[in-house]
Nanobody, 124 residues
Framework: QAQLKESGGGLVQAGGSLRLSCAPSGRTFNPKAMAWFREAPKQDREFVAA????????YYNDAVRGRFTISRDNAKSTVYLQMDSLKPEDTAVYYC?????????????????WGQGTQVTVSS
């Protein structure tokens, strides 16, 4: 079974930076879109950013545009999320996801391979 594994979460002060990584584990597969979602306490999971396999296009939630940067290494099927100027409201569990069907999407139901999540906590 194809899976993803995140790393790089932790505790950081407001204004600081973290870099999340996500790599495949288990059965190998060829991802099209790769993305990050996050889920804050008592809130629904929300889209953060996506990187398409088409023309290196990237997409961002307005709340993180200009502060977060998504990138991918297609040779390793790995995706990264560089998070700068972090705010307390960025505190959440961050999930990595991949779609084997869609080249890009904001919708979590179009992603069929997921990681288990990594906690990011931003203190004020």
């Amino acid at each position: 079974q194809a899976q993803l594994k995140e790393s790089g979460g932790g505790l950081v002060q407001a204004g600081g930076s973290l870099r999340l990584s996500c790599a495949p584990s288990g059965r190998t597969f060829n991802p099209k879109a790769m993305a990050w979602f996050r889920e804050a306490p008592k809130q629904d999971r929300e889209f953060v950013a996506a990187a398409s396999d088409y023309e290196d296009r990237t997409y961002y939630n307005d709340a993180v545009r200009g502060r977060f940067t998504i990138s991918r290494d297609n040779a390793k099927s790995t995706v990264y999320l560089q998070m700068d100027s972090l705010k307390p409201e960025d505190t959440a569990v961050y999930y990595c996801a991949a779609s084997t069907t869609y080249s890009s999407s904001y919708y979590e139901n179009r992603y069929d391979v997921w990681g288990q999540g990594t906690q990011v906590t931003v203190s004020s």
